[in-house]
């Protein structure tokens, strides 16, 4: 037991972060230093329900439930002391989707996470009328989708928000988004700090053109920037989020954000001129903007930090989940052999193996695509390996081609940003289970952007650890103090990194692998385009169940 961390929990000198990831819920409480203290956890998976992506409240609920348990018996076990308040909490999620709501409160369909690809239509349209780049996973390209297929629930939509906002709403009553989340729900007006007035209007024209009477402004949650108010605890929150009653109302909330913002916060990387890349069961890359960009590019996103700065975003769907998918499937031999073998020491053997392969992949091809990929423009994936009767095929080889893989679409969009944009870098870091074996993944990304690529040890809890540290801010930062002097002087001093140089001969050998990657996407594309006896499309499915992926096990 440590007393002081002990006194600190019983005296609410503590934040606490909840984030609702792709498929894990996680919960951190920090302390007065803003270290860890405690960490709770309840692993999910999505589902494909109807031909979209879901998951249902039921879980969300049980998740966060559950990671909360789990936290409070890891104060108990550590510390000595019962959790019954905190001395402010955040909430974050997995950016973008769809949550509409009636005005009861009803959810009046299923909630549509980023994952789904089904709104090209829409995103294409929007795009156009506003100038800047819509993706398919905006809510707002969900919204308009749902108007051109004349979706019933339209006549009774009352707000639509995403899932951070969602949580934040039933635990307080407040419907608000953090700058960040709402800038992947609708354009923002980053002198303003609002949504976008002319493309609102322009967005109720399209929607009266399509047949549906709406005020888009009347829909959407109201923004809140890092460090303002975002309300509190109520007391049917409490009781959401602890039912044994132990946890008291009252406590202040920090606005709601998005993964890709608590992100930033975890890795320090909100000044311009900075970025990080998050990997899981997405990748994706946010560089802080130190001007605007030329023109828009679909493969890049507008968005912003939680201070409201702005952000270029390159999002891909499709990360490490494949690449653990064959890492479970070692794993499964390697335990037929001996089953006491710990997974985590497989992923360490695999990944370290893959710094002896061919430096470009010997001759072989991957794509992880297990969903769509809008920056290849493909609506569906198939996982698929391919290689040369004449391919170097070692294990060294292949998955330093699956590392590759993993990294590949990434490139595609960073290529836009570094070399058609001219945005430069001083610093990258790096994040997610994809990074946890040391010195592998964080060297081929270093290879695959040509850029330094930092790994710190206080980001190992992600962003549900970002997530507290902006609850932390809202509540404890000086006056007229910004987010970024914050964490320079107050949370990240002493902090210990492990940056990667590109090697000349990595960045040789990954430029080589694009090549043969980009010129490959028609054999993707026709494995998707393909349908075959045994073989049928993941939408002519009528439920299933996604594979767990995603993070190496600690």
């Known amino acids: 037991?440590?007393?002081?961390?002990?006194?600190?929990?019983?005296?609410?000198?503590?934040?606490?972060?909840?984030?609702?990831?792709?498929?894990?819920?996680?919960?951190?409480?920090?302390?007065?230093?803003?270290?860890?203290?405690?960490?709770?956890?309840?692993?999910?998976?999505?589902?494909?329900?109807?031909?979209?992506?879901?998951?249902?409240?039921?879980?969300?609920?049980?998740?966060?439930?559950?990671?909360?348990?789990?936290?409070?018996?890891?104060?108990?076990?550590?510390?000595?002391?019962?959790?019954?308040?905190?001395?402010?909490?955040?909430?974050?999620?997995?950016?973008?989707?769809?949550?509409?709501?009636?005005?009861?409160?009803?959810?009046?369909?299923?909630?549509?996470?980023?994952?789904?690809?089904?709104?090209?239509?829409?995103?294409?349209?929007?795009?156009?009328?506003?100038?800047?780049?819509?993706?398919?996973?905006?809510?707002?390209?969900?919204?308009?989708?749902?108007?051109?297929?004349?979706?019933?629930?339209?006549?009774?939509?009352?707000?639509?928000?995403?899932?951070?906002?969602?949580?934040?709403?039933?635990?307080?009553?407040?419907?608000?988004?953090?700058?960040?989340?709402?800038s992947g729900v609708f354009p923002i007006d980053v002198g303003t700090g609002g949504y976008s007035a002319p493309m609102l209007d322009r967005f109720d024209?399209?929607?009266?053109?399509?047949?549906?009477?709406?005020?888009?402004?009347?829909?959407?949650?109201?923004?809140?920037?890092?460090?303002?108010?975002a309300g509190e605890l109520t007391e049917a929150g409490a009781e959401l989020l602890d039912p044994t009653g132990r946890l008291r109302p009252g406590i202040p909330l920090c606005p709601p954000e998005g993964d890709a913002g608590t992100g930033m916060v975890a890795t320090n990387s909100v000044a311009p001129r900075t970025g990080n890349v998050s990997a899981g069961t997405s990748i994706f890359a946010m560089v802080v903007l130190e001007r605007e960009l030329t023109r828009a590019h679909r493969e890049l996103d507008l968005v912003t930090t939680p201070a409201g700065d702005p952000v270029a975003m390159v999002h891909c769907n499709n990360g490490a989940s494949e690449l653990n998918a064959?890492?479970?499937?070692?794993?499964?031999?390697?335990?037929?052999?001996?089953?006491?073998?710990?997974?985590?020491?497989?992923?360490?053997?695999?990944?370290?193996?893959?710094?002896?392969?061919?430096?470009?992949?010997?001759?072989?091809?991957?794509?992880?695509?297990?969903?769509?990929?809008?920056?290849?423009?493909?609506?569906?994936?198939?996982?698929?390996?391919?290689?040369s009767p004449d391919s170097r095929f070692d294990l060294a080889t292949f998955m330093r081609t699956h590392l590759f893989a993993s990294l590949a679409?990434?490139?595609?969009?960073?290529?836009?940003?570094?070399?058609?944009?001219?945005?430069?870098?001083?610093?990258?870091?790096?994040?997610?289970?994809?990074?946890?074996?040391?010195?592998?993944?964080?060297?081929?990304?270093?290879?695959?952007?040509?850029?330094?690529?930092?790994?710190?040890d206080v980001a190992a809890e992600g962003g549900a650890w970002g997530i507290a540290v902006l609850a932390a801010f809202a509540t404890r930062r000086s006056p007229g103090q910004d987010l970024a002097d914050y964490l320079d002087t107050t949370v990240f001093t002493g902090t210990s990194l492990q940056t990667a140089q590109p090697e000349p001969a990595d960045v040789a050998g990954f430029d080589a692998f694009m090549q043969r990657y980009v010129a490959g996407l028609p054999v993707e594309r026709a494995a998707v385009d393909h349908v075959g006896i045994g073989h049928p499309r993941i939408a002519d499915a009528e439920t299933t169940t996604a594979a767990r992926p995603e993070e190496q096990p600690a």
């Not at 549906?212 to 303002?228: M, N």
């Open 1 to 182: 037991m440590t007393t002081d961390a002990g006194e600190a929990i019983t005296g609410g000198r503590t934040a606490l972060g909840i984030e609702l990831g792709s498929t894990r819920i996680k919960a951190v409480l920090i302390g007065p230093d803003h270290a860890p203290l405690a960490v709770g956890s309840h692993d999910w998976e999505n589902q494909f329900v109807e031909r979209r992506w879901t998951y249902s409240l039921e879980a969300v609920w049980a998740g966060v439930q559950q990671s909360f348990a789990a936290l409070a018996d890891d104060v108990r076990q550590r510390h000595g002391v019962e959790l019954s308040t905190v001395g402010a909490l955040g909430v974050s999620a997995m950016m973008h989707g769809y949550l509409a709501f009636g005005v009861d409160g009803e959810l009046l369909t299923p909630f549509r996470t980023w994952r789904n690809t089904n709104t090209g239509r829409s995103a294409e349209r929007l795009s156009a009328e506003f100038g800047v780049n819509i993706p398919h996973r905006w809510s707002i390209a969900h919204l308009y989708q749902a108007i051109l297929d004349r979706e019933d629930h339209l006549g009774r939509l009352d707000h639509l928000t995403t899932l951070a906002g969602y949580v934040h709403w039933q635990l307080t009553g407040e419907r608000v988004l953090g700058i960040g989340d709402a």
């Open 205 to 229: 024209q399209l929607a009266a053109e399509a047949g549906v009477e709406l005020t888009l402004a009347d829909l959407l949650p109201r923004i809140a920037s890092a460090g303002q108010p």
């Open 326 to 387: 064959w890492a479970g499937l070692f794993t499964e031999f390697a335990r037929a052999l001996d089953p006491e073998v710990d997974p985590s020491a497989v992923f360490e053997i695999l990944f370290s193996a893959a710094l002896g392969g061919a430096g470009d992949g010997g001759g072989m091809l991957a794509y992880n695509y297990l969903s769509g990929e809008p920056i290849t423009d493909l609506e569906e994936g198939r996982p698929l390996f391919v290689r």
């Open 409 to 456: 679409t990434l490139r595609i969009g960073m290529d836009v940003l570094q070399k058609a944009e001219g945005v430069r870098l001083d610093r990258m870091f790096a994040h997610g289970g994809l990074f946890r074996t040391k010195g592998v993944a964080q060297r081929f990304l270093a290879a695959a952007i040509d850029t330094p690529v930092s790994v710190g």
